[in-house]
T-cell receptor, first 110, second 113 residues
């Protein structure tokens, strides 16, 4: 079992729709959870982080964390073509190592 | 500079040669990671430096790979006797420490021919 798992996609949504990206992790001692966006040929950049159970909203982005289910998600409202990228879930485990999932490729269709 | 700097940007090497990849982190950042990313894949953890602690080398794929961080700043990833499967983008990230944002360099694209 991979430490951080994501649905690789590709995921396609129409412009203006909600894109939902999911991630599960195996280390129950994990404490910090991040979503990075990576455009093709570029390096990852942080878009959201969440530490506590529940929802965290930042503009069109909402991160959701459920530690009991070892599940973290990212919702993108009013999706735009510029949101088309690979979204990487990352988790800081109990060994303090930042581990990434394999990413979900999102395409927002105009 | 203001960001994480990696050099070279691109490296083409012959199979069996040694290569050194350099990472210059953001000044004051105590944590530094090396990752490898093959085409269309996620980030594969290689090694983690945190302050003066012993590095976490658990991700290094073989003993051909080694890394050091001098003076808590610049890091060098060395790959000896390169193989074609080593071809990938090698990314370096630095953090202020703890559970904070990782800032990535632009990566080094390594091609072993």
């Amino acid at each position: 079992q991979k430490e951080v798992e994501q649905n690789s996609g590709p995921l396609s949504v129409p412009e203006g729709a909600i894109a939902s990206l999911n991630c599960t992790y195996s280390d129950r001692g994990s404490q910090s959870f991040f979503w990075y966006r990576q455009y093709s040929g570029k390096s990852p950049e942080l878009i959201m982080f969440i530490y506590s159970n529940g929802d965290k909203e930042d503009g069109r982005f909402t991160a959701q964390l459920n530690k009991a289910s070892q599940y973290v998600s990212l919702l993108i409202r009013d999706s735009q073509p510029s949101d088309s990228a690979t979204y990487l879930c990352a988790v800081t485990g109990s060994a303090r190592q930042l581990t990434f999932g394999s990413g979900t490729q999102l395409t927002v269709l105009p | 500079g203001a960001g994480v700097s990696q050099s070279p940007s691109n490296k083409v090497t012959e199979k069996g040669k040694d290569v050194e990849l350099r990472c210059d982190p953001i000044s004051g950042h105590t944590a530094l990671y090396w990752y490898r990313q093959s085409l269309g894949q996620g980030l594969e953890f290689l090694i983690y430096f945190q302050g003066n602690s012993a590095p976490d080398k658990s991700g290094l794929p073989s003993d051909r790979f080694s890394a050091e961080r001098t003076g808590g700043s610049v890091s060098t990833l060395t790959i000896q006797r390169t193989q074609q499967e080593d071809s990938a983008v090698y990314l370096c990230a630095s953090l202020t420490g703890g559970d904070t944002e990782a800032f990535f360099g632009q990566g080094t694209r390594l091609t072993v021919v």
